[in-house]
Every structure is written in C-alpha cells, then in structure tokens.
C-alpha cells in the first residue's frame, strides 16, 4: 500500500443534468493550502498518462463507497486537475451522493495521492516549511463533505503520513563553499535555530523528536546560510560508512540519507565511499575531514564524549572499508595505512579533555 495522503480544497465541483453526471476541479495548482502544500503545474501530467483510466472515485475516500467508474474527462490546466464523469445511480452510495451534489450539499473535491517527487522551502525562522509537490501519483478522487470534522481528520490523515517522510531529509542541490572550506559543526549549530533553518543544515531529522531542538537533528553538512561545506559532506558520508558504531538512525532511513548526500558529492566531483565505484582518496578525504573536526575539539569545549566516541566509531569503520579495497586491489594501491591509523589513536586522546 502506497503511502496515501489527502487534499481537499474548495473547489468548482457541481451535479450536471440529471444522470448522476458531475464536474468540476478536485484539485487547485499554485495556491499554498492549509497542509502548507503547493501543487506545482505538471504535478499531474505523468499520472493522468500512465494512470488516468485506473483512477477510482469514492465517497468521502472511503474505498468501500465505490460510487462510480473513472472518470470520463480528467485533466491539468492552468487552474488545478478537472474531472468529469457520471455516478452509478443504481449503488446505494451513487445515488445518495448524488442527492447530496444536486442539494448543493457536496460540493467540495479532494484527491487520494501519493507524493513522488517534492522539494521543501526554507521560509525562514518563521512559520513551516512549505512543501512543493512536483509530481504525484494519483489513485482516487472524491466528492466530500464540507465540515470542520471531516477537514480536521483529512488534516491529521496527512499530517500523520508526512511524520514519517521527514526522517531522512529530501536532497536539494544548494551553493557550494569552496572545497577547502574549514567545517565546525558546532559553531554552524550555534548559529541555527527552528526546524526550518535546522532542517537546511542536516540530511535527518528523528522524526518523534521535537524539531525545533537540535538534538532531533543528525549529519550536518551545510552552513547556516544554506552553503554546502565539502568536510562536512566527507564527515557525514564516513559516519555513514561507520554503520551501527558512525551513526544510529533507522535502517529505513539510511537509503533517503545516502541520496540526500550523494547529491552532495556529486557537486564536488566525488563518489560517495558506499558506491563500488568510490576511489580510495574519497576515504581518505573523509577520514581527513573527521581529524580535522576533532582537532578542533580541543577549543571547543562544547563537543561531547558521545561526539568524539561516535566520530571514532566512523573513522574506524571507513579504515575496515579502506582495507578490504586495498585487499581486493590488484596491484595493490600505495596508501600509508600507518599515518591514517596514527589519526585514529591521536582522536583517542581528546576523551581525556
């Protein structure tokens, strides 16, 4: 079962004649809606394509009130998506929502939908982030009630779908610091605060954590200004190659994670350390990286013992990786093994600060 979400908005929708026929828009592009949604235009053109002659219609999306056959017209203008089509007289809930569109009582559209492609807005330290839906895969339309409960439980049907879409941050290709940008991720959260501007900086957010805190955040990667920094990239890609000991986020997450930051490598010309294709120097770049924070550290008294643990946790997971490439090399690839591991033992010192 698809991830499902529902939209409703007041919309042109109407009875026609007197054969069950209706029409109208069920959905409206370009306004922002009270989910904080923007349907952008072309949202609907590949569903209505592949999907058009599939697409059900219900009463009040409940897919046991099946009321009619798709519908006959379905398209996207410059206005939203129209529909036109004619109920089944003859079923019980045909007819009855056909009583109700011709008493002026149903007169509100709504889509059953699942979210392919989207993008999220950063609007600033004030109000949410907004959502801009391009593309969605289309299953269902439905005339609906108009009623404060009935949109209240819409609301919260899609609320409740989203929570789990914000684990792993959507990806969005962002200005570039210059490669040898200094990373200080504790300095960079200094500077941030409210789940928009957090949400900018990181690629997961612990989506039962509060998200205006910090804390709910992992992976940082970006300055406050949106920049992204190649060391925090390398750093957050070798925390990744740390598996269970670099960082603990849910196993389901770890793919929307690695595609937020592969993005990222791919705006400096690198692969990231999980692909086959990824060279040693991306290794050694990461590992790099993550020196570089922890020295760092030394000032910054902020940083904790659970950080650096972490931090060391990674740097010893990308050396396993780095050793089985060396392993499988023929001819084996020069690398000094002991200055990288000199590193790891230095990073065991700063637990004494």
């Known amino acids: 079962m698809p991830e499902m979400e529902y939209k409703i908005a007041p919309t042109e929708f109407k009875a026609v004649g007197d054969l069950g026929q209706y029409e109208g828009y069920f959905s409206v592009i370009g306004n922002l809606d009270d989910g904080n949604d923007i349907i952008e235009p072309g949202a609907f053109l590949k569903t209505i394509g592949e999907r058009g002659k599939r697409v059900k219609v219900f009463y009040a999306h409940d897919w046991t009130k099946l009321i009619g056959p798709p519908p006959t017209t379905l398209r996207e203008d410059s206005h939203g998506l129209f529909a036109a089509g004619q109920l089944v007289l003859d079923s019980f809930w045909g007819k009855e929502a056909w009583a109700l569109m011709k008493a002026n009582a149903l007169t509100e559209g709504?889509?059953?939908?699942?979210?392919?492609?989207?993008?999220?807005?950063?609007?600033?330290?004030?109000?949410?982030?907004?959502?801009?839906?391009?593309?969605?895969?289309?299953?269902?339309?439905?005339?609906?009630?108009?009623g404060m409960n009935a949109l209240t439980e819409i609301r919260a049907v899609k609320a409740a779908m989203l929570h789990g879409l914000k684990s792993a941050i959507p990806p969005k290709e962002t200005p570039k610091s210059p490669d040898d940008t200094a990373w200080d991720a504790a300095a960079v959260l200094r500077d941030v605060d409210g789940a928009q501007e957090l949400r900018l900086v990181h690629a997961w957010v612990d989506a039962e954590g509060d998200p205006d805190v910090k804390a709910s955040y992992k992976l940082p990667h970006h300055l406050a200004d949106g920049h992204v920094v190649w060391r925090g990239v390398a750093a957050s890609g070798a925390a990744l190659m740390g598996a269970r000991g670099g960082v603990t986020i849910p196993e389901a997450d770890v793919v929307g994670v690695k595609r937020h930051l592969a993005l990222h490598y791919k705006q400096f010309e690198k692969t990231?350390?999980?692909?086959?294709?990824?060279?040693?120097?991306?290794?050694?770049?990461?590992?790099?990286a993550i020196t570089r924070e922890l020295k760092e550290g030394r000032i910054l008294s902020a940083a904790s013992k659970e950080k650096v643990t972490s931090a060391i946790s990674a740097m010893q997971g990308a050396m396993e990786a780095l050793n089985a490439l060396l392993e499988a090399a023929t001819p084996p690839k020069a690398i000094d093994i002991a200055a990288l591991a000199r590193r790891v033992r230095l990073v065991g010192q700063y637990l004494t600060y």
């Open 110 to 146: 709504s889509i059953g939908y699942e979210a392919v492609k989207f993008e999220f807005e950063n609007a600033g330290s004030i109000g949410p982030m907004i959502r801009h839906l391009k593309e969605v895969r289309l299953f269902e339309i439905s005339p609906v009630p108009l």
């Open 272 to 288: 990231p350390p999980w692909e086959e294709s990824a060279g040693l120097d991306v290794y050694v770049e990461a590992l790099q």
